[in-house]
């Protein structure tokens, strides 16, 4: 064995790989769910403000809304195409690197990002957006490459802890940086002549603006930690993880193809695989149903809860974000600990009727102390879900080399379900509201906990 390398199923191996979470996931905690909506915001005067690009002009929510799926739609189209070439060339790692470095400059792009430019700034955004998504296809595969069986169920949730734990700590050194600009040498001081001959009111409203004005330009500061921090720390995984194997021939516009044929493929492969098909079914259905109350829980915080006033509205939803992901840490252990002793199935059954069951409660709250607690089972379980969901379907895998197509079809079918859950979603909550919307998600999670049940126990292949 060369020196440096490491091997299958390694300690060294298997933290390199879990480490990317850790480099990664300040991404979807800073900028898609906290600091760049807050800042987003404030860039419009008033709620009936439009913003032009496009050639269109539409309310500043609706044009995020649109690059946002517009970036899913490519991350759904082009990784079967990626994926299929990294296969072929043999070096996944460099496609992973690319979609990396690629939303790390996004992050760090947002710093300028300006009504003026809007066209510039929504293609950092993109940026951002895609890298994030279109690494974790790789990421993803090396699963199965990296780990045995017996190992994967409790390094995927150690990738996912890990996550958490990185980037609650980048958002708490940057949630100070907003609400203390003081503390890290922003400017917040008012002119001379206001504090001399400036009435009481007056002075008021300049120290308001400069502490607006100083936390404005720590939230533009923030996306560049962010981008640092995801480039840095990757070089530990990328140092470690395996390269592949080269075929040596050039990617021709068959290779381009044959990612989509090799997804055609691993469709062909689940129609003789009982257990994996019924499984990707589950899957589906309730992976829908999570994925939709991620996207939609700070919304449904901010306008189904009778929260005092917008002060109280704000540092409660920014103290639920924290509150789920320092629980979700708890959650993967706990599920992982959970798969071991009752098996990946049975703790998935378990795990989909607690969601059900938060559904339902999610209905009758009303108080901020109420969206704490639900804020802490959600985070209990949505750990729990989204590692062991990986895991269970890279321990169900067929033996083959071919890892890299088999969870483009896995993110592919993530993907799909998340267009259409939110799309069930916002039909129920325009028709009715958003209680109703959610608690309409009790039927995915029942639905998939019924396909869950029927499950095989052991591989059987389709006659």
């Given amino acids: 064995m060369a020196r440096g390398i490491a091997i299958k199923g ?20 800073t900028i898609a769910s906290s600091i ?26 609706v044009l995020i809304e649109i690059i946002t799926a517009f970036t899913f739609l490519v991350v759904a189209i082009s990784s079967p195409i990626l994926s299929g070439i990294a296969d072929y060339v043999g ?32 293609l950092f955004y993109f940026m951002g957006l895609l890298g994030y998504w279109g690494s974790l296809v790789f990421y993803n595969s090396y699963l199965p490459d990296i780990a045995f069986e017996e190992q994967q169920d409790r390094i995927s949730a150690k990738g996912f802890s890990m996550g958490y734990i990185g980037s609650v ?23 001379d002549s206001i504090n001399e001959n400036g009435s009481e009111e007056e002075i008021a409203t300049a120290m308001k603006n400069a ?13 560049i930690t962010v981008g640092i ?52 079914e589950a899957f589906f259905v309730f992976s829908m149903a ?10 449904f915080g901010e306008k189904e809860i009778g929260w005092a006033d917008d002060d109280q509205k704000t540092t409660g939803l920014i103290i639920s974000i924290l509150v789920i992901q320092l629980v979700a840490i708890l959650g993967a252990f706990l599920t992982s600990r959970a798969s071991d002793k009752f098996g990946n199935i049975k703790t998935l059954i378990v795990v ?49 080399e071919d890892t890299t197509s088999y969870f483009s079809f896995f993110d592919v079918a993530e993907k799909i379900g998340i267009v259409i859950g939110m799309l069930i979603f916002a039909i129920v909550d325009e028709k009715y509201n958003m209680r109703y919307a959610i608690l309409f998600l009790v039927v995915f999670f029942l639905v998939g906990i019924i396909l869950l049940f029927r499950v095989p126990k052991e591989e059987k292949a389709l006659s």
Avoid at 211 to 220: C, D, L, P, V, W
Wanted: aromatic share 18%.
């Fill in 10 to 29: 390694s300690k060294k191996l298997l933290n390199a790989w879990a480490f990317y979470d850790w480099a990664n996931s300040v991404y979807t905690l």
């Fill in 229 to 280: 921090w995801w480039a840095l720390f990757s070089q530990y995984s990328f140092a470690i993880l395996p390269k592949g194997t080269s075929t040596g021939q050039k990617v021709t516009k068959d290779v381009l193809l044959n990612g989509f044929r090799e997804l055609k493929g691993v469709w062909k492969q689940l129609q003789e695989n009982l257990r994996l098909k019924r499984y990707l």
């Fill in 352 to 400: 989909n009727a607690i969601w059900m069951l938060l559904c339902v409660y999610a209905f009758f709250m009303k108080s901020p102390e109420e969206f704490y607690i639900a804020a802490g089972f959600v985070g209990l379980v949505m750990g729990g879900v989204q590692s062991l969901a990986r895991s269970t379907y890279s321990k169900f895998l067929p033996e083959t």
């Fill in 169 to 191: 700590l980048l958002l708490v050194l940057n949630l100070a940086m907003v609400m203390k600009p003081e503390w890290f040498g922003f400017d917040i001081s008012i002119a």
């Fill in 211 to 223: 502490r607006n004005g100083a936390s404005f330009e720590a939230m533009k500061i923030s996306f």
């Fill in 91 to 122: 070096n996944k790692k460099n496609f992973m690197k690319f979609f990396c470095y690629l939303g790390s400059i996004g992050c760090v792009g947002l710093y300028w990002f300006d009504l003026d430019a809007i066209h510039t700034s929504l």
């Fill in 36 to 61: 760049f909506p807050i800042f987003y915001s404030a860039l419009f005067s008033s709620d009936e403000e439009l913003v032009s690009a496009f050639g269109f002009e539409m309310k500043p929510t």
């Fill in 290 to 299: 999570v994925q939709t109350i991620m996207l939609i829980a700070v919304y």
